[in-house]
């Protein structure tokens, strides 16, 4: 029988050439921020900037020279090569509110700032994937202006990608933050009669009656397998056994990394953490086929967003119980 290949996750899937290894070349990054094509992408206090937001959004940029016009060049951390087209982020948290619209109305005319968790499942993936890039790197600037060791100032160095402390008796060097972080889709298989089920939760930071996987940060001393088993029994009570990796994630909102997997529960029953949970418990797939979608307030039960992983492991899941094809 014929398997289906997962769901695609989004903020996956860029194009660009990353470059790290002549991120130390400060004539060929010089070239690069003068570039006559270079683009930049800016973000503003957690938004990035996006066009036809009512229609098919996609990533919106400023020319470099426009962009020089509100920060300097050498202030743009490089994200990387679209062929032979430099692309840079800017950070534009600084300017306020109407000072920011008047900008942007003159420099990119019909884009906006929003919420990439708004329109990133309706973006092209490479366009959602540099956004998420950009956002992720623009807010790990803003949290390291200053040295977690001894507290001076840090300054800029590897084209953005690395900031390092000014006090000459520490240099500490400080890189972009990801934290790890495991999610899971527990399953019972089907047997004496009973259809498959899957185990899912109403989360108390989540909207009314969405429902959605278990997830947790990996802490120190801790595989990533260890940390699904721990998560899911601290959480609801169970136990699983068989842990298998599914895909990963980013998810820089503001910094983490999503590790995907697939739990098999060798018990059953549910003790919910209520610090976490509001509710937790066992759907089939026939069940989860009738949800509604996030934004459905009408829904009596809903989905997590299609652009998150939660939503990907649950979509694969339901899709080989409903066919009987493994994915």
Sequence with gaps: MASHPPAPLGYTGGRLDRAGARRHDAGWLAALRAHPA??????????????????????????????????????????????????????????????????????????????????????????????????????????????????????????????????????AEIYPRTDPAVIMLVERPAGGGAPAQCLLARHTRLPARVWSTLAGFVEPGESLEEAVAREVLEETGVRVGRVAYRGSQPWPFPASLMVGYRARAETTAVTLDRAELAEARWFTAAELAEFGEWGDEGARARLPRRDSIARTLITDWVREQLSGAPS
Excluded: I
Excluded at 72 to 101: H, I, K, N, Q, Y
């Design 38 to 171: 270079a683009r930049v992408v800016p973000v503003w206090r957690e938004k990035n900037l996006v066009a036809d937001t009512a229609g098919a959004p996609r990533a919106a940029w400023l020319p470099a020279p426009h962009a020089a016009a509100l920060a300097p060049a050498d202030a743009w951390p490089l994200l990387g090569l679209d062929g032979d087209t430099p692309v840079f982020a800017l950070d534009l948290s600084a300017l306020d509110a109407e000072r920011l619209a008047e900008r942007v109305a003159a420099l990119a005319p019909g884009a906006e700032f929003v919420d990439l968790r708004q329109v990133g499942a309706a973006m092209a993936a490479d366009d959602a994937a540099l956004l998420a890039y950009a956002r992720g790197l623009a807010a790990w600037h803003r949290r390291s202006g200053f040295c977690g060791a001894c507290g001076n100032p840090t300054t800029v160095e590897q084209a953005g990608h690395m900031r390092r402390c000014t006090d000459p008796a520490c240099k």
